[in-house]
């Protein structure tokens, strides 16, 4: 009994140690400015960065890490690791966060790099770009789409992020199929949208595989894609630091939804990416997605053995211009050493000038954050008239709420989009949303 | 052994048969799939056109399958041998030597059982990183990490006491005559007898360890030691999902864990025969 | 200490170590946090606010408790006939006599012991979290629903597998291949059998039987409720909805069933090569249907295993989160959220790793509880040896 007595109590122990040891870790240091911090090449810095990317652009991401390694003057030597998804970094930093090593770079969410803030583990980068000696000049802090990079803006002013790519949230279209129902061009009001759906339910794509099955839009519950509806209508999800789902934008939104389903010209997705595919195959006319799908459309329309002519275009909008909704996450710099910190930012910049802007998003088919980049991607846009005319889009920009606890009611929006899609009282949807999204204002 | 009659016999084989398929359709999915073009999983056709066996070449080749498969043969290799060695020492104890506070350790050990994953994966990593920064040899992006957490497993002590509180008295008794003290009944005796809750154990320890993700993923920051499971993350991205790959990838890390179960589940053909017992 | 005991724990030690540090102590560390405020950092120290804010007013946990106790004691003394007439041999009862009486009094404490314990829950699920009582109720389902039906399966499956003649490798392989299959498989499989869709492999066989398309994985309505409204009940009581698990669990339910099947049998099949064949031959020779020498002779040899399987079964459904989590939609509502899903959703939505610890440890306690009565109730009931 003694025995396991004292191994109980050496547990016990330990945990205390441990507990106490995670929860000081390192959070109280002075900022050292950074026009003082020395970067010598007898003395490389060695920095990790935790990315969620894959296959292609994660090849395309490497190279231009190597690049980075091979050019830079001050022999920083960046390490870049796929560290799984969004939520899996997520997950590795908030173990790091209160004990072991934090990488330097990270992907992140504004979101998740809130919170990786307030836990003190992040760098407000506006030191940086402000220093007279490693930051950017008046030009090129104009240069970056301003309302990007106040994305990654806390309430309190910190800049917590740098965007190094941006997504839209824009309309797919089967040209084909359009032409077929004897339209040349994509509808630009949502009563246009709904004829157009009719159409579609009743007659088919021709050269589709599965013409039993034939819709004109599949919805998916995802809160972004309400977002991107509310916005095109003129709306917004919050009012005066206030989350406003109780606004006519909303009700019209699900009302066409509900309306949509109703009529059997439209579904609600039966599972993830289950939109993508359908309309790669031709049994949807219309898609709503990111722009970051472009390159999967282009190859899966292609190996769908359909190759039909598709477009893309802003979603239809009630004023004389669009609404978009716009996204993505932005890489931050974890704190560590005033060197380790430098040479992170130093990266950062590196990796969101104008030339390397453009080698990433015509590797990613994301979206640059820097206005200047449209001078190097000229040849591209000629190339790829897709790309340019959601490229051409980005002015129109709106991004969806930075409240504390918003991933939360996202999760409430996606409900309340399932439920009327069964076909609940809208009106009843709304109202509870509204109170139970404010009801979380407080908690966060 | 009784032979079951003819016509309950048919019942059972279509009994089995159903069940054979209802069980085995989503691996005989995995497999058509994983011979698919991109095209043909889009389309959800149930039966590829031309077989892709390409896919496979493709899926080893580009997410550098060999490495990651070399790693968790030898993650699982150390994690079973570690299980199955401290287990069978602590079962024993408990299920055949009487000693003060028995029933006690026997519930705490159970008491790690009952904690969601969820809650352990944080101090874990924490005790983990210490290990690191205060012991020779590293734990994290190391096999220590990998391994060593999981080298004592309740469920396989639990199973193993289970057993050998069935091994007879006599049996002991008879080795105590002939001058064989716990350790050498432990091993000498008891271990054999064991074999089908050893292999069986041994093998679901085996599997466990290879499809584990979330902890794997979270003490390794380089590909050096990420086991396969973490590979066939990489075919879903944001661009969508690369099916016939992920199924490819899915039915290469699948092989070895039927190859052994094949292996092993002969040896439960039959049942201990115990001569020179009930003589 | 003698040699026998030093014997004794040194062979636990290594075990006992590894355990201790990665399995016990996680425990303590999350009793820790669950002391303080604590989202990603640690925070003040807040003692007990976490397990107050989730389990609602002590006092109604003290009236849940009463009610235990009354429960219990109504099960004693509606046993104690059969201890009466065991200890005394009469083969007889008369009517009216001691035994009848005892019968009543336990039926009526039975029945105000219930009374006490719904307006306990009542009381908690409105002062607490109902997020957590819900978990509860849904693990609970969830627990009840796969449990009994893996084990009587898995041992019918076994001992088919260990008695049949011909072609029992190739079931042995097939049966096991569910559990073999990586989840990213058999979650893709079973979302598209399971989907609201009208030609998914669910709907077609429901179609079959004349009934109408359902939503499965995204319908969060229970199935006594579903079953109502396909007789015809327009209306019908909020328990109805309440009181029943919704079809997303119990097409999960089926999911898991089909998945852990395998791994059960292999483990009862293990359980039954263990058997000392003599057992079967004397009771081959004794002139046994297959049946009886199944029922008499197997199955009480087979207890220890039935008894770890439900054991381990219990604490492993309890704790289930990674078949749960992948099948959850948006559809479903809050209907599959078992306990571990909802301290995921703590941790990871929320951000409130006190919080969720204090859950968590609420869990353990409640898994202990459950196995010290199943060891209890169950343990002695298991036949070791000859």
Not at chain 2, 8 to 26: D, E, F, N, Q
Not at chain 3, 42 to 56: F, I, N, P, T
């Amino acid at each position: 009994m003694s025995v396991r007595a004292s191994r109980l109590g050496c547990l016990a122990a330990l945990g205390v140690f441990l507990g106490c040891g995670g929860g000081s870790a390192p959070s109280t240091r002075i900022d050292v400015d950074p026009d003082t911090v020395e970067l010598h090449t007898t003395q490389p810095v060695e920095l990790t960065f935790w990315y969620q990317h894959s296959r292609q652009r994660e090849e395309a991401l490497q190279e231009l890490i190597a690049e980075f390694n091979g050019t830079n003057e001050h022999g920083i030597r960046v390490q870049g690791e796929y560290s799984g998804s969004y939520g899996d970094i997520y997950n590795k930093m908030m173990t790091g966060l209160q004990g072991g090593a934090l990488p330097n770079v990270i992907v992140a969410y504004q979101n998740q790099a809130a919170l990786y803030h307030e836990a003190e583990g992040l760098v407000d980068l506006n030191r940086y770009i402000n220093s007279s000696r490693w930051g950017l000049t008046p030009a090129q802090r104009a240069d970056y789409v301003a309302s990007f990079i106040d994305q990654d803006r806390t309430a309190d002013g910190a800049q917590i992020g740098l965007p190094p790519n941006r997504s839209l949230e824009i309309m797919y279209y089967n040209a084909e199929w359009l032409a077929e129902l004897g339209y040349d061009k994509p509808p630009h009001t949502w009563a246009e949208f709904m004829r157009l759906c009719y159409l579609a339910r009743d007659q088919p794509f021709s050269r589709s595989a599965h013409k039993e099955r034939s819709l004109g839009f599949i919805f998916d519950w995802d809160a972004s894609r309400l977002a991107t509806s509310v916005f095109s209508r003129g709306g917004d999800l919050v009012q005066d630091g206030r989350y406003h789902f109780d606004s006519e934008q909303t009700r019209q939104s699900l009302e066409m939804m509900q309306q949509l389903i109703t009529d059997k010209a439209a579904e609600l997705m039966s599972g993830a990416y289950a939109d993508q595919e359908e309309f790669a195959v031709g049994t949807s006319l219309f898609m709503i997605r990111s722009s970051s799908g472009l390159p999967f459309v282009r190859s899966a329309v292609e190996d769908g053995g359909l190759s039909f002519d598709w477009q893309v275009t802003a979603p239809p909008h009630a004023g004389d211009h669009p609404v978009l909704n716009v996204y993505g996450a932005s890489l931050s710099v974890c704190r560590a050493t005033p060197e380790q910190e430098l040479a992170s930012w130093l990266f950062l910049k590196w990796f969101t000038a104008p030339q390397q802007q453009a080698r990433w998003v015509k590797a990613s088919n994301y979206f640059p954050v820097r206005h200047s980049t449209a001078r190097e991607l000229k040849s591209y846009f000629e190339e790829f008239p897709r790309y340019k005319a959601v490229f051409d889009l980005l002015q129109y920009g709106k991004s969806e709420p930075n409240l504390a606890g918003y991933q939360v009611v996202r999760k409430k929006v996606e409900q309340a989009m399932v439920e009327v899609a069964q076909g609940a009282d809208i009106e009843q949807v709304v109202r509870k949303l509204d109170r139970d999204a404010n009801a979380t204002l407080g908690q966060y | 052994m009784k032979t079951v009659g003819s016509k309950k016999g048919t019942l059972l084989a279509i009994g089995l048969a159903c069940g054979g398929v209802i069980a085995s359709l989503p691996f005989v999915w995995m497999l058509l799939a994983s011979f698919m073009t991109r095209g043909e999983t889009l389309r959800r056709a149930f039966l590829p056109g031309d077989i892709q066996w390409g896919n496979y070449a493709k899926a080893w080749s580009e997410e550098d399958f060999g490495s990651y498969f070399e790693n968790s043969l030898i993650i699982a290799a150390l994690q079973v041998g570690g299980t199955l060695l401290f287990s069978l020492m602590a079962a024993y104890p408990l299920a055949r030597m009487k000693f003060r506070g028995r029933e006690v350790v026997f519930m705490i050990i159970l008491a790690t059982l009952m904690v969601p994953e969820t809650v352990t994966m944080v101090p874990n990593f924490l005790t983990v990183s210490w290990l690191h920064h205060n012991s020779p040899f590293g734990w994290i992006n190391n096999w220590p990490a990998l391994t060593i957490p999981f080298m004592a497993s309740a469920f396989t002590i639990f199973l193993l006491r289970q057993f050998m509180r069935g091994i007879p008295e006599e049996l002991w008794d008879a080795a105590q005559i002939d001058g064989a003290g716990h350790l050498r009944f432990l091993f000498q005796i008891v271990l054999p007898m064991c074999r089908a809750p050893l292999l069986t154990v041994g093998m679901l320890t085996f599997i466990s360890s290879w499809n584990a993700l979330g902890w794997p993923l979270l003490v390794t920051n380089t590909p050096a030691w990420r086991p396969i499971s973490v590979a066939l993350l990489k075919f879903v991205s944001e661009a969508g999902a690369e099916v016939h790959l992920q199924m490819a990838g899915a039915v290469i890390a699948t092989i070895p864990v039927l190859l052994l179960y094949a292996l092993i589940q002969k040896e439960f053909t039959e049942g201990i025969s115990m001569s020179g017992l009930k003589g | 200490m003698n040699k026998e005991h030093l014997t004794a724990w040194i062979l636990l030690s290594p075990a006992l170590l590894v355990l201790g540090v990665f399995g016990i102590f996680p425990i303590f560390y999350a009793f820790f946090v669950s002391l303080h405020a604590w989202r990603i950092r640690q925070g003040e120290v807040v003692g007990a606010v976490h397990y107050l804010q989730a389990l609602g007013d002590p006092a109604y946990l003290g009236l849940a408790a009463v009610a235990a106790a009354l429960i219990w004691l109504a099960w004693r003394w509606g046993h104690r006939p059969n201890a009466e007439l065991a200890v005394t041999n009469k083969p007889q009862v008369t009517p009216g006599s001691r035994p009848g009486v005892w019968f009543v009094a336990s039926l009526v404490l039975g029945a105000s012991g219930f009374v006490v314990l719904a307006m306990a829950l009542g009381g908690l699920a409105e002062t607490g979290d109902l997020r957590l009582y819900n978990g509860f109720k849904i693990t609970l389902f969830y627990v009840l629903g796969t449990v009994p039906a893996e084990i009587a399966i898995s041992m019918v499956l076994a001992y088919l597998l260990f008695r049949a003649q011909r072609g029992k490798s190739v079931f042995r392989v097939l049966f096991f291949l569910p559990y073999v299959t990586p989840m990213i498989a058999t979650a893709v499989v079973f979302r598209t059998v399971f989907s609201p869709h009208p030609s998914s492999m669910a709907n077609r066989f429901w179609g079959w039987f004349g009934l109408e398309n359902q939503r499965w994985l995204f319908e969060g309505r229970s199935v006594a409720a579903l079953l109502l409204e396909g007789l015809g009940v327009g209306s019908y009581p909020d328990w109805v909805n309440d009181l029943f698990p919704s079809l997303a669990l119990v097409s999960i339910i089926l999911y898991n069933i089909w998945v852990y099947v395998g791994y059960n049998t292999v483990i009862m099949l293990a359980g039954l090569s263990a058997i000392p064949r003599h057992f079967f031959e004397a009771a081959a020779i004794d002139g046994a249907s297959a049946i009886r020498s199944f029922i008499h002779v197997t199955l009480p040899l087979l207890s220890p295993t039935v008894f770890f399987l439900t054991l381990v079964g219990v604490i492993g459904t309890f704790k289930a989160f990674n078949h749960i989590y992948i099948m959850r939609t948006a559809g479903a509502q809050d209907s599959v959220d078992v306990l571990p899903v909802v301290i995921f959703d703590q941790i990871y939505q929320f951000h409130d790793a006190g919080y969720a610890s204090a859950l968590a440890l609420i869990l353990f306690a409640a898994i202990l509880l459950l196995t010290v009565m199943q060891n209890r109730l169950l343990g002695k009931r298991v036949f070791y040896g000859d």
